[in-house]
């Protein structure tokens, strides 16, 4: 640290027990502030801030003074990451005298200090010519983040202001704050704040906020930023940006860069460039979303085709039909080309073939034959669908049409099968509410929670929301007085129903006590429902004061402190918590040894 910069304790660690000294300069620091004053610009290396000098508690007070010292008008103080800056072997200081000449004090690695003329120098120091070639010099305020710890906030929302809590520091007006955040190592903030200035046109400030993060190397910065520029009808210089992490191997990158690619003709380039990596069925799949933005959807198939027909058996077992078919998704993805070009006979010959029929509550199959009008096939598909997921797609075609009944029907023969028992009950009634039936469909639910095994959390819970949305909260509360009777005992996860019922018949204050009296009313989970039942009745300081005496309620802390107009303390409320190691990535290894 420059002794033009340090504060009083971190001079006292560096210059312990001589007191001429640390006085020296602290009254030589006196001169930022002479009249007129000398105009300063100093760059800091990024190991200052990060190399402890003394407590943690000089390193605060340092920084503090450095934020002090960068309002003075005539100060220019900005942070170089750590990096190779082309001619500077150690620091230096140029001084211009009140003639104009420029004298260097210069201090290089095995020669010590050196006083020369400006333009005695060979090479001239220019700390400009390198901004200009890619080093990016911070603004001071940044804080210093790490890319492991930006994907471990964005992963759990950990540690830092959620993109919820950045809306609504949006919308409420709060963007000095937003701007100010972004600056300083909040990246959800950072995203928004960039986005509001791209939509002003300012899109050389916009990529000035990104830029810290960028420098990371974290892959979503780089993103971001790239679809920003092509958004902005920059994207050659999209291109540019994302092609190293694309290059590099990078999954996500590979997703985003090729479709990139063949959004601006360079359709050939981009299928290139994914087809090594056509055995993972996460880039397969862009590679097949680029591949038809090209016009080249034969090509691809005939990548598909090739895995799917090489493909070898899962075991040595003779009796075994599996295949082991890398991409796992290949025949989805090709029947998928097959339906683009029209060919839904071999689409749906393809989908025939499939080991793995529903994939995150879709079926294929039946989405295909229901977009194509083919109910009669998909009916009778439906009726062997193990799943339920074809009847769901007949019944979504035919209250699409008008047919109300008939999907109705098609949900109680679903309900009917001891493999629908609750997906199908459960579809029914939402179709039932959707259309103003909601008795029936507190019914249906009742009968399924009344069912033996029935009264799941989730169906429980349905149906207490039923009641209570059809204005019969008491109806729920009797149950739930029903099967509390049954079980004996009610943990907390039921008891939580009650309180929205109780509140619904006019009894808050009967809910906020018992809540406090159950078993389960000291714990952070239950502490939310409870300051929930407070800030409902316009007592929001105590609903703080319930959540402050927990840990892991930052986020609800937070609104409520957000709602008595808290600002900075939801803020600092977020950002409390310490980022911890993210986890691996799956490599689609399996383990017999936790975590599996």
């Known amino acids: ?47 200052v801030l990060a190399r402890r000098v003394g407590s943690r508690e000089v390193m605060r007070a340092q920084c503090a003074h450095l934020l002090e010292v960068s309002q003075l008008e005539n100060v220019t103080l900005q942070i170089a990451p750590t990096a190779h800056y082309r001619g500077v072997s150690g620091s230096f200081s140029i001084a211009t005298q009140p003639t104009g000449d420029q004298l260097v004090h210069l201090v290089e690695v095995g020669r010590g200090h050196r006083r020369v003329s400006y333009d005695d120098l060979h090479r001239p120091i220019d700390y400009r010519q390198d901004q200009q070639r890619g080093h990016r010099m911070w603004p001071l305020g940044f804080i ?51 986005r509001l200035l791209g939509e002003q046109g300012r899109h050389a400030e916009a990529l000035e906020v990104l830029a810290p993060y960028v420098a990371t190397g974290w892959w979503e910065a780089a993103e971001t930023t790239a679809e920003l520029l092509e958004g902005w009808g920059r ?27 063949a959004r601006h003709g360079r359709g050939d380039e981009a299928v290139a460039l994914l087809r090594p990596y056509i055995g993972d069925w996460f880039v397969a799949t862009a590679l097949v979303k680029a591949a038809g933005s090209a016009g080249l ?16 058996f899962a075991c040595d077992d003779p009796s075994c039909d599996r295949r082991n078919i890398e991409p796992s998704n290949a025949i989805d993805l090709l029947a998928g080309i097959r339906e683009r070009q029209g060919r839904l006979n071999e689409a749906i010959t393809l989908l025939r073939r499939r ?15 229901a977009r194509h009008d083919r109910i009669a096939e998909l009916r009778a598909y439906a009726e062997t669908e ?13 209250e699409e049409r008008g047919d109300v009944e008939g999907a109705i029907a098609v949900y109680r023969r679903s309900a009917d099968s001891p493999e629908h028992r609750f997906h199908g009950p459960v579809h029914l009634a939402e179709l039932l509410v959707r259309h103003g039936r909601g008795d029936e469909a507190t019914e249906v ?60 018949c006019g009894r808050r204050e009967e809910a906020i006590k018992e809540a406090r009296a159950h078993p389960e009313g000291g714990t952070s989970y239950a502490a939310s429902a409870i300051a929930g039942l407070l ?32 600002i900075e303390d939801a803020v600092a409320v977020l950002q409390q918590s310490t980022p911890g190691p993210i986890p691996s990535p799956w490599t689609d290894a399996l383990a017999d040894e936790p975590p599996f």
């Open 1 to 47: 640290m420059v002794g033009l910069l340090q504060c009083e304790d971190y001079a006292r660690v560096l210059l312990p027990a001589d007191g001429m000294a640390i006085e020296a300069r602290l009254k030589r620091q006196q001169v930022l502030n002479r009249q007129p004053p000398p105009r300063v610009r100093i760059v800091l290396g990024e190991s």
């Open 144 to 194: 210093l983040v790490q890319a492991d710890d930006l994907e471990y906030m964005v992963r759990t929302h950990s540690g830092c202001i959620s993109p919820h809590m950045v809306s609504r520091l949006v919308e409420s007006g709060h963007l000095g704050e937003v701007e100010f955040q972004a600056r300083r190592g909040e990246w959800f903030c950072a995203r928004e704040w960039a």
């Open 235 to 261: 994207f050659e210089e999209a291109i540019e940006l994302a092609r190293p992490y694309a290059e590099a191997g990078d999954r996500c990158a590979l997703v985003f860069f090729g479709p990139l690619l």
């Open 297 to 312: 959807d034969e090509d691809a198939a005939a990548l598909l085709a090739a895995r799917i027909d090489t493909a070898e």
């Open 355 to 369: 080991e793995v029929t529903s994939v995150n509550g879709r079926d294929q199959l039946a989405d295909l034959l």
């Open 386 to 398: 193990f799943h339920g997921h074809a009847a769901q797609s007949l019944a979504e075609f035919l």
């Open 445 to 504: 639910i009742r009968s399924l929670a009344d069912s033996p095994g029935g009264a799941e959390d989730w169906i429980v819970h349905m149906l207490c929301t039923l009641y209570a949305d059809q204005g019969r909260p008491e109806d729920g509360l009797a149950y739930l007085d029903s099967l509390k009777a049954r079980r004996g005992e009610e943990e907390w996860l039921f008891f939580q129903m009650r309180l929205p019922l109780m509140v619904a």
């Open 535 to 566: 800030a409902g009745a316009g007592r929001t300081e105590e609903a703080v004061a319930v959540l402050e005496r927990q840990d892991g309620s930052a986020h609800a802390l937070a609104e409520y402190l957000f709602e008595l107009g808290r």
